[in-house]
């Protein structure tokens, strides 16, 4: 369920990526940015700056309810938070084709509300693992469950394409639709399956309950009691900040990539609108394989003693962020230069694969290092991690608005290269797998 609640999450931020180069007027595009760019004309006038507006304005709204989501996961479950989200977004999506033919404005600010309401998943499902996963599956349990975001976008991305190119609904506005409500009935199935805890799982065995309960540090000790969060110490803590730092590293080059890869493909590479969808789906196919075996990779390393769990979590991160830094920085600006389209692909596509690994890594730690805290934790470090979602856009519609070619694309990859390049630097000098003591009783 948690699989595919993210699946949800993803396909309901991403499908704009896709639905909006149908929404926008190429013709205005193209005398905008002094480009050739061709292509069906769209309904709004919107020029690179106000594309990247309405792009990064989801992420202004989720970094807002990061913090909060984990602390309200952490004191009361996950279950109701999570849901909750998610059908906020659902309802949301399917108002977006009245929103955009009202007024810009009004949808920006739907987009701001979606990024609210789906700003409080992540906490609320680390804190639910923060009760549920015993220590030796950690890896796979997350990473499983967080392979849902790329399969949501596998998904979303080439069928979003498929619809703007019909007539079904209107075209474009059928994206919106149709992932909305699929958003609102997998919310009917999560609140009559899910649980928070395992002790208030109905169909759970003795068996079970016992091993979880005698491996995961408990959030409360009894049912009405208040949870003290350790702020201070969580605040000061190197250990969060080296989690934070590389969320934020690792997030810079993913999010650039989730809502900026349509626009390459179509203004670079020139590929169309329903080509285009299914290859922006392509990279996240591969990643999604490869958090799965990278999950498990990292479970049977530290099952068997071949690694103990800091080792684990820096070599995985390692490998998560260093190799695209290799494939954004000299892999991409070589295929570029000759506008390469399998080759850019294929870098892209390479160095997705190897960011998979990255689940295992930081995106696991918050676990490790404070159980009891996990919502909070990743509340903390999403919320940092959030600003490249607005930020990224943003840089990329400075970069291109007056000039669509592939050497200011050149540009915006660099930069995502030197990002990951100081995570991997910063995580492998600060992080830990060990429990903090203030995550003891």
Known sequence: MAFFGFMNVYALRVN??????????????????????????????????????????FFYGYILTQLPGGYLASRFGGKWLFGGGVLCTSVLTLLTPVAARTSFALLIVVRVLEGIGEGVTFPAMHAMWGSWAPPVD?????????????????????????????TFLGGWPSVFYVFGSLGVLWCIV????????????????????????????????????????????????????????AHFCNNWGFYTLLTCLPTYLKDVLKFDIQQDGFMSALPYLVMWITINLFGLLADYLRQHNILNTTQTRKTMNAIGLSFPFCCYFPG??????????????????????????????????????????????????????????????????????????????????????????????????????????????
């Open 138 to 166: 950690r890896s796979r349990l997350v990473s499983v469950t967080y392979a849902g975001s790329q399969f949501g976008t596998v998904v979303a991305q080439p069928i979003s394409g498929i619809l703007c190119a019909s």
């Open 332 to 441: 991409l600006q070589l295929v570029t230069l000759g506008c390469n389209k399998a080759a850019a692909i294929s870098m892209i596509c390479l160095a997705t694969a190897f960011s998979g690994a990255a689940f295992s890594g930081f995106n696991t730690n918050h676990v490790d290092i404070g159980s009891r805290y996990a919502g909070i934790l990743m509340g903390i470090t999403n919320t940092w991690a959030t600003i490249p979602g607005f930020a990224g856009p943003a840089v990329v519609g400075l970069l291109t608005e007056h000039n669509v070619s592939k050497d200011q694309w050149q540009i915006v990859f660099y930069i995502s290269a030197a990002v990951y390049l100081f995570g991997v630097v910063a995580y492998t000098l600060l992080g830990t797998g060990k429990e903090q003591p203030w995550n003891k009783r």
């Open 16 to 57: 704009l990526s896709v639905a909006i180069l149908s929404m926008v007027n190429s013709t205005y595009m193209a005398s905008h940015n002094n480009s050739n760019i061709s292509g069906d004309t769209g309904e709004f006038n919107w020029d690179a700056h106000k594309r990247s507006l309405v792009l990064g304005a």
């Open 190 to 245: 999560w609140f009559i399956f899910a649980h928070s805890t395992p002790d208030k799982h109905p169909r759970i065995s003795p068996a079970e309950l016992h091993f979880i309960q005698s491996n995961v540090e408990p959030v409360f000790s009894s049912k009405d009691e208040v949870l003290s969060v350790p702020w201070w110490e969580i605040a000061t803590s190197k250990r969060v900040w080296a989690i934070s730092i």
